[in-house]
């Protein structure tokens, strides 16, 4: 029903930035959440950021301690697409990112119904 797409992975340096991008495509709900989450080799998938996603949005975020003041989230909603900016990049921030869309705003992975193919970000020291 819908497919999640991600880009913008890449190669960086420490303090660099990057800024990956989620299309949305498909029978999307006209109320829902898409969020963030970042899985490093050998650890859990574990949660970065979601936005609440409406056409009347009004930037409601929640964010993950261990990016606050560095990453940023936001979104078109026309084009069902959602950024997600990363600042100030550490090599613990190395991972592959996924996309992933659920009805409410959550932080748990088993509450999001599709996710997208990951792209991989890797932050050298």
């Known amino acids: 029903q819908v497919q999640l797409v991600e880009s913008g992975g890449g190669l960086v340096q420490a303090g660099g930035s990057l800024r990956l991008s989620c299309a949305a495509s498909?029978?999307?709900?006209?109320?829902?959440?898409m969020g963030w989450f970042r899985q490093a080799p050998g650890k859990e998938r574990e949660f970065v950021i979601a936005?609440?996603?409406?056409?009347?949005?009004?930037?409601?975020?929640d964010y993950a301690d261990s990016v606050k003041g560095r990453f940023t989230i936001s979104g078109d909603y026309a084009k069902n697409t959602v950024y997600l900016q990363m600042n100030s990049l550490k090599p613990e921030d190395t991972a592959v990112y996924y996309c992933?869309?659920?009805?409410?705003?959550?932080?748990?992975?088993?509450?999001?119904?599709?996710w997208g193919q990951g792209t991989q970000v890797t932050v050298s020291s």
């Open positions: 498909g029978r999307t709900l006209s109320k829902y959440a």
């Open positions: 936005i609440r996603w409406t056409a009347a949005y009004t930037g409601y975020t």
């Open positions: 992933a869309l659920t009805q409410r705003m959550t932080r748990e992975v088993v509450q999001y119904d599709y």
